[in-house]
């Protein structure tokens, strides 16, 4: 039933069990286009459905259905496709009620049909209007075609690139302007990110979908860029043996598969067998051809069967904080609440995942990462694991000269002067137009100089 389903999957992210795109392809549903826009629509109007359920005062007469599910029905009767099924003849005891409630708001906002009532409380429609929707980063895949090609492909298709200075100080030192810049793209432009290569923007209400045949021929692959900035941070070269330690649903492992050319040989690591499924097919989409994909705890791993390992990335479990598509639908207070609880038992987790990586014999760079924003699961986990590594490695500083944005946080002078803290680096919507992210590079202690950086020419535009 699509009701039930799409209240467990509203449930299940609430209590961030994952984004809605990530439950919706675990759910076993046959109707998952339904389902898809059935959740959206709902969330995305979940105020003034409230309103709604509120004033006709469904909930007192039918208290089985709960707020989640009564939102669904209200949805789909007042604005949807109409209610079908068991909770048909619920909607119907209500539906009087329900329409006298719709046409009181409809007075109240002056409007005179009930779509543009909608458009009042869509929470897309709020954000947009405050600039405050991510744009769409696209990254080019090339280990099928070369990034001309595509782009050829992209023109011959009618997708217009638009030309800008990229190491003008107006779009690498001020945010503003970079934003203002994609919010003022057609929905046909794109331009060039102005640090990742490979890496192009459309502005989110760009027509560019995944429905477009480059997606489904694994040309394109839609990604934050805080995302494509761990793999690109980890830079193994051509030939190496890397660990991706929680890698579906994949994303990372492919962008790690084109800096090596499809060469060597990626180990990834899931838990989760669901994920691990979708992943395979994934990787297979584009055309992924140096990874060994195991449905498997990294903490289990041992040592000794990885002795040519050199490089390791471990974006781990964490809170997703930082996750801006958890604000699309209004729920900034479920956000802003710390659950210390759930956090010290993330940060346990953290540490044991980090330090066993450290543990690899013959492994010389290690980045760490989150899609956190709390120090709990970020600097506070670095710290523990320098203090706790045998001086084995040391933190470099990322991306030096070249990333003017947020950096990791330190509380006193052994953070900045002995630890380094500051060598990692923090992405957010407001810096950088991106997720909240969290990353620390770690290299092998040979007492080189600290202020080395990883080699670049993969990594970020000069």
């Not at 060597?264 to 994934?282: C, P, S, Y």
């Not at 000269?401 to 946080?409: E, H, S, T, V």
Request: hydrophobic residues 35%.
């Amino acid at each position: 039933m699509v009701y039930a389903e799409a209240k467990r999957i509203m449930i299940a992210y609430e209590n961030k069990q994952g984004s809605i795109q990530s439950l919706i392809a675990q759910s076993k549903s046959q109707h998952k286009n339904s389902l898809t826009c059935l959740i959206m629509k709902t969330m995305s109007y979940k105020k003034l459905l409230n309103k709604i359920i509120k004033k006709s005062k469904m909930l007192e007469n039918e208290k089985f259905l709960g707020d989640k599910l009564a939102q669904l029905l209200v949805y789909d009767v007042l604005f949807g496709m109409g209610v079908r099924g068991k909770f048909k003849s619920a909607v119907k005891r209500n539906y009087q009620s329900l329409t006298e409630a719709c046409d009181y708001y409809m007075k109240k906002y002056q409007v005179d049909k009930r779509e543009n009532l909608l458009k009042i409380f869509d929470e897309k429609q709020f954000y947009s209007n405050n600039s405050s929707i991510k744009p769409k980063y696209i990254y080019i895949n090339q280990l099928k075609q070369k990034k001309k090609e595509i782009i050829g492909k992209l023109s011959e298709d009618s997708f217009q690139k638009v030309e800008y200075d990229r190491k003008s100080e107006n779009f690498t030192k001020s945010n503003e302007e970079y934003k203002n810049l994609i919010n003022s793209l057609k929905e046909n432009e794109f331009i060039k990110d102005n640090h990742v290569k490979n890496l192009i923007i459309f502005k989110h209400d760009s027509i560019m979908n995944k429905n477009y045949n480059l997606f489904a021929d694994g040309h394109l692959l839609q990604i934050d860029k805080s995302s494509c900035l761990v793999p690109l941070a980890l830079n193994p070269e051509k030939d190496s043996h890397v660990i991706d330690g929680a890698s579906a649903p994949g994303n990372k492992t492919i962008l790690i598969s084109n800096i090596l050319k499809n060469t060597g040989l990626i180990h990834a690591f899931d838990i989760d067998e669901t994920r691990v499924k979708l992943m395979q097919n994934n990787l297979k989409q584009h055309h992924v051809m140096n990874v060994r994909l195991k449905c498997m705890d990294f903490l289990q791993t041992e040592i000794y069967k990885y002795d040519r390992v050199s490089h390791i990335m471990l974006d781990v479990p964490c809170s997703g904080s930082g996750m801006t598509n958890r604000m699309k639908f209004g729920d900034t207070d479920l956000e802003n609440v710390k659950d210390d609880k759930r956090l010290w038992k993330l940060e346990a987790l953290q540490r044991r995942m980090l330090l066993h990586a450290m543990s690899f014999q013959n492994v010389t760079r290690i980045v760490y990462s989150t899609c956190s924003i709390h120090q709990e699961e970020n600097e506070n986990v670095i710290r523990y694991a320098l203090k706790n590594c045998d001086e084995r490695f040391k933190l470099i500083n990322l991306f030096a000269d070249k990333w003017n944005y947020g950096r990791g946080i330190c509380t006193d002078e052994k953070d900045a002067n002995d630890l380094h803290l500051d060598y990692c680096i923090r992405t957010s919507f407001d810096s950088n137009f991106t997720n909240g992210f969290f990353i620390a590079c770690f290299e092998l202690n040979r007492n080189n100089d600290l202020e080395t950086s990883p080699e670049e020419s993969q990594l970020i535009e000069n």
